[in-house]
């Protein structure tokens, strides 16, 4: 790959291709497809990131989990929602129990009790 498009993205080239090819519905992949994904996930990041920093505390000048989160699990659009099973909210083990005490045991769904 020339060093012009490795220069035009700021991830890696070649571990984007290895991402492609662990794909088993992927038998080859041009430089073209490559770049492309790659700056598509450039420009993915960027949204996210700004889009948290933005609905983020006004006063803090840097972006942690929980603004990905509540970017990830308040999306009004649901142009995150596809990320809400690998950036969850986190919770308290407090509410955890609460959560687990309301959903039906499942032993009994199992059974048909």
Known sequence: MSSSRDAAVHLPL????TIMKSS???ESIGVDAVFCMSKAAE???TYLTAQAFYKGDSNS???EYRN???IVNNDEDD???FLQEIVPRKI???EYCEIMKQQPNREDTENGD
């Open 14 to 17: 070649n571990k984007i291709k």
């Open 24 to 26: 088993p519905d992927v």
């Open 43 to 45: 420009l993915f990041v």
């Open 61 to 63: 000048k840097s972006i």
């Open 68 to 70: 990905l989160a509540n």
């Open 79 to 81: 142009v995150f929602g």
């Open 92 to 94: 308290t083990m407090k």
